[in-house]
């Protein structure tokens, strides 16, 4: 569980990066999708990380958004 916060920490901070670089330094040209895939990436983390701390509301509802993303992406 560890492992999984530092993934999610890791992510969050890549997110803050590129949001401050795009708006304050240059900026950055990313795809829709990149965003998208990101995103779902990130909100599946979160639910799995909320369901095994025991907070099982808010982690389904993070999953399903993810699977909602997900889906998204495939059309």
Known sequence: MRLLRKVN???ALL????GFTHFFIKGVQ???YVSFA????IFLLWGIQ????KQ???GYFYIVVAVFMSM???W
């Open 9 to 11: 920490l890791v992510l």
């Open 15 to 18: 997110g803050i990066g590129l």
């Open 30 to 32: 990313v795809p829709l």
């Open 38 to 41: 990101y995103l779902s990436i």
């Open 50 to 53: 909320q369901v095994k701390d």
């Open 56 to 58: 099982l509301k808010s």
């Open 72 to 74: 998204s992406l495939i």
